[in-house]
């Protein structure tokens, strides 16, 4: 038999979950909104990251070594935004998956 302390405990998290929205979603649903904020949180650093080669390549001035480091960079970031909106595509067809319980 649970004790009043328990009880209490039990009825902050059932609480905190309905508070948080997720206490009524399906386990598939909840790890897709977390995948989801994670590719959405990479998204922002490929922002960051062309603007920083932006600025190192107009900080150059005119020096051939800085600009190829930023050209580099620049294409690394294209490349990683390719990965990350590839696994976008491949997370946002797997939960649709789910939730449809096909």
Do not use: C, H
């Not at 038999?1 to 009880?7: D, G, K, L």
């Amino acid at each position: 038999m649970p004790t009043v302390n328990q009880n209490i405990i039990r009825n902050n998290l059932n609480n905190t979950g309905n508070l948080s929205g997720y206490a009524n979603k399906t386990l598939p649903e909840a790890v897709g909104n977390i995948i989801l904020a994670l590719i959405s949180i990479l998204g922002v650093i490929f922002v960051v990251l062309i603007v920083y080669a932006g600025f190192k390549w107009m900080l150059a001035q005119g020096d051939e070594q800085k600009t190829k480091e930023a050209l580099g960079l620049i294409i690394n970031s294209i490349i990683g935004l390719a990965i990350i909106l590839a696994a976008y595509a491949i997370a946002y067809f797997v939960i649709s998956t789910l939730k449809a319980g096909v």
